[in-house]
T-cell receptor, first 110, second 117 residues
Framework: GQQLNQSPQSMFIQEGEDVSMNCTSS?????WLWYKQDPGEGPVLLIA?????ELTSNGRLTAQFGITRKDSFLNISASIPSDVGIYFC??????????FGKGTSLLVTP | GAVVSQHPSWVICKSGTSVKIECRSLDFQATTMFWYRQFPKQSLMLMAT?????????EQGVEKDKFLINHASLTLSTLTVTSAHPEDSSFYIC?????????????FGPGTRLTVL
């Protein structure tokens, strides 16, 4: 499938800090999604983006769909220990099959 | 709402045996279900897409005769790993989508950890 470049690969931050991660592709996609996966669990949808340029918030999370439809970022403000996990971006076009990025592992210290 | 369950949550089997994994949408009807595989410290890789009442569409490199998918109802899809071998050990995750619109969200199950001895 199409390759997604997700960065950073991992982050180690202190509680209260803001976090930013992004995802880029060489191809255009119409849907960009951000998921969080806890160990041994399935991914949970955080934010879905359907329009280029769209900026969407979900609590302390904010994500934007790049205007070129080739990138997206996810910000987490005022991180807390339960934010620990792996964050995946995922994309799709006309169908529903998702192509996942390699994930960003987030560790938060109290 | 939009809960997807998987059973079993984990299974250990001997090499050469077959294992069936169930994926159920508990509070919605799933027109489409997807099966993913995730190896340790890696991302989710789509294995196949199944629509209720029709044959599954497999991704390139996924053996359809080894990974049998049945989507006989709008709330249940099954994945059977036939003649499992140690290299099939992985985390298998299903997802379900309620409709046919390109904007329909996929809801993921909790995953099934398969270990083949």
């Amino acid at each position: 499938g199409q390759q997604l470049n997700q960065s950073p690969q991992s982050m180690f931050i202190q509680e209260g800090e803001d976090v930013s991660m992004n995802c880029t592709s060489s191809s255009i996609f119409n849907t960009w999604l951000w998921y969080k996966q806890d160990p041994g669990e399935g991914p949970v949808l955080l934010i879905a983006l359907y329009k280029a340029g769209e900026l969407t918030s979900n609590g302390r999370l904010t994500a934007q769909f790049g205007i070129t439809r080739k990138d997206s970022f996810l910000n987490i403000s005022a991180s807390i220990p339960s934010d620990v996990g792996i964050y995946f971006c995922a994309v799709s076009n006309s169908g529903y099959a998702l192509n996942f990025g390699k994930g960003t592992s987030l560790l938060v210290t109290p | 709402g939009a809960v997807v369950s998987q059973h079993p949550s984990w299974v250990i089997c001997k090499s050469g045996t077959s294992v069936k994994i169930e994926c159920r949408s508990l509070d919605f009807q799933a027109t489409t279900m997807f099966w993913y595989r995730q190896f340790p410290k890696q991302s989710l890789m789509l294995m196949a897409t199944s629509n209720e009442g029709s044959k599954a569409t497999y991704e390139q490199g996924v053996e359809k005769d080894k990974f049998l998918i049945n989507h006989a109802s709008l709330t249940l899809s099954t994945l059977t790993v036939t003649s499992a071998h140690p290299e099939d050990s992985s985390f298998y995750i299903c997802s379900a989508s309620p409709g046919t619109s390109g904007q329909d969200t996929q809801y993921f199950g909790p995953g099934t950890r398969l270990t083949v001895l």
